[in-house]
């Protein structure tokens, strides 16, 4: 049973670095792949970055390109994003997303488990 549950995020200043970490309670090597989602106040829920599970190839937002790294460990179950230059527009909360289909898009109705979520708020 895939379970995913996400920690690291708080408050923090525009410039400064954040890290988020997600783990899977489920099986070793139980999905093909990961990903980051978030959603700002008043906003729909939008994709962040993803990596695969069997070649920890990653895709990123044009948004968070440059700025943020997504990496996985795929027999610990764990992800992490670090995410450098934050900047108010960073604000949301975010969500770690596990999907148990090969071939994914960044659409979030291929992503099939959620975690809770975990606010994160960049302050001007």
């Known amino acids: 049973q895939v379970q995913l549950v996400e920690s690291g995020g708080k408050l923090v200043q525009a410039g400064g670095s954040l890290r988020l970490s997600c783990a899977n309670s489920?099986?070793?090597?139980?999905?093909?792949?990961m990903a980051w989602f978030r959603q700002a106040p008043g906003k729909g829920r939008e994709f962040v970055a993803a990596?695969?599970?069997?070649?920890?190839?990653?895709n990123y937002a044009d948004s968070v390109a440059g700025r943020f790294s997504i990496s996985g460990d795929n027999a610990k179950n764990t992800m992490v994003l670090q995410m450098n230059g934050l900047e108010p527009e960073d604000t949301a909360v975010y969500y770690c997303?596990?999907?148990?289909?090969?071939?994914?898009?960044?659409?979030?109705?291929?992503?099939?488990?959620w975690g809770q979520g975990t606010q994160v708020t960049v302050s001007s």
């Open positions: 489920g099986p070793p090597y139980s999905v093909p792949a």
């Open positions: 997303a596990a999907t148990t289909l090969v071939f994914w898009s960044t659409n979030q109705k291929d992503w099939h488990y």
């Open positions: 990596i695969s599970g069997r070649d920890s190839s990653a």
